[in-house]
């Protein structure tokens, strides 16, 4: 694995904080907010993140996806409302380490078939899966946050999770 566990784990949590910074900026009489008619709204993005990193995190660890899992996530996610929304984002921190700090090296080094058939190892597919996926999707918030008028918002908010420094 190009990363060694620590890493892993920091920049899986390190995606969790710009999340719950980003997720800070949302006004919520926005939560409805989508760009087009078939694309998420805000809250459902925000609650697609409750289950995408800890449900494929698993599928990695399984070696497989379990789909009554997926099932019952997503069912839980759409019960939530906004505040509960973030708190299951914010206890991601905890189980990125936990999850993942049980692991060995070998654990992550082990193959399985991904979701197209193809092998894959543990460790690449949270990277490829996992890690890439929270960038996506926070740039996708970062987006609906802007197109909903936080032109304050730049490039420190999406991949620092700060807000700018103010000018002198």
């Known amino acids: 694995m190009v990363l ?8 899986l949590q390190h995606e969790v904080r710009i999340l719950l910074h980003l997720a800070s900026k949302v006004d919520r009489s926005q939560l409805d907010y989508r760009p087009t008619e078939k694309q998420r709204s805000t809250l459902e993005l925000l609650k697609y993140l409750t289950v995408m990193g800890p449900m494929l995190t698993t599928t990695a660890i399984n070696g497989g996806f379990d789909v009554a899992a997926y099932t019952a996530a997503n069912q839980e996610a759409a019960a939530r409302d906004f505040d509960q929304t973030i708190a299951a984002i914010a206890a991601q921190e905890a189980f990125f380490a936990t999850t993942l700090g049980a692991l060995s090296d070998a654990d992550f080094r082990a193959e399985f078939a991904a979701f197209d058939g193809s092998k894959t190892t543990k460790g690449a597919f949270i990277v490829t899966m996992v890690l ?4 996506a999707y926070r740039t996708q918030l970062f987006c609906y946050l802007k ?3 936080r032109d304050e918002l730049n490039t420190g908010n999406l991949w620092r999770g700060v807000d700018p420094t103010p000018a002198p």
């Open 4 to 11: 060694i566990k620590s890493e892993l784990i920091s920049a």
């Open 132 to 135: 890439s996926g929270y960038a």
């Open 147 to 149: 197109a909903c008028g």
